[in-house]
């Protein structure tokens, strides 16, 4: 079997570890049945050894396996990592879900995607990135007794993603150092309201309006800090068409929504004022992870 699971950005500016989506920028897995357990990576992390011997992927695969009573098989797992690593954009929620799944099909148990969510909750307790990875779509989501809860919705086929990607990592650790124990009323106003708006405008469409909601006073210029550049990027597309910029994940990607004639625009201004940072354009993903069985 292989499957496909896809990149996330996630807070969204005013959603701090509640709003997500997912775009259409996927880490593959394919799992062969073999003799012997062995590993092959193409893509990020294809330089790192260590990921052969401790890969998250697998690790949880196996503990998954192991709960449905089917350990001790042996795969050939081939890994192809098209998302960055602590780049905001979801890797590591990619391979939770992935994993999660990939078990699943591999032992022939029946899952809904609510399982899966609710299982990936063990392995990464903010559900902004996992719940994209599994709905695709924008989601708001919220955990009440251990289980998340979700709203989604679909994405237009009008819009794009254009993400720029620095050439510097954001430690996710390290990104929630910089952040206070506490905030005034004003933050915490700000960021209930810019975010129910914000869902809001997802959930009707109306995607003009999201550059108003898109307004963060908790997280997102603390973070930014780091890499000071970012702010810039946030100038330069709000100047050319943007409808919202905001800081995806913990950075350092920065996430741009565009309708699609303006998106080749908006990627030649940013390449072209950050030569040394990649800027991608890509559409969005309305389904989430997806399975195919390999040829024989």
Known sequence: MKIFAPATSANLGPGFDCLGLAIKLYNEVEIKPASFTSVSINGYGSDRAALKKNNAFIGIFDEILGELGAAGGRYRFEFVNNIPFSRGLGSSSSVIVGAIASAYEIAGFKI??????NKALKYETHPDNISPVVWGGFTANIVAGGEVFTKKARLSEDLRAVVVIPDSAISTKQSRGKLPKNYTMSETVNNVSHASFLTACFLMG??????????????????MSALPEL?????????NGALMSSLSGSGSTFFNLVYKDVASRLKAALQ???????????????DGFFITQSKK
């Not at 809904?112 to 969510?117: K, Y």
């Not at 702010?231 to 100047?239: G, N, P, Q, S």
């Open 272 to 286: 072209v004022a950050f030569p040394k940072f990649r800027v991608e354009i890509f559409e969005l993903d309305n």
């Open 112 to 117: 809904s995607r609510e399982a899966i969510l």
């Open 206 to 223: 109306d995607y003009d309006s999201l550059r108003l909601a898109c307004v963060d006073k908790m997280h997102e210029e603390r973070r």
């Open 231 to 239: 702010f810039e990027v946030r100038k330069i597309a709000y100047e």
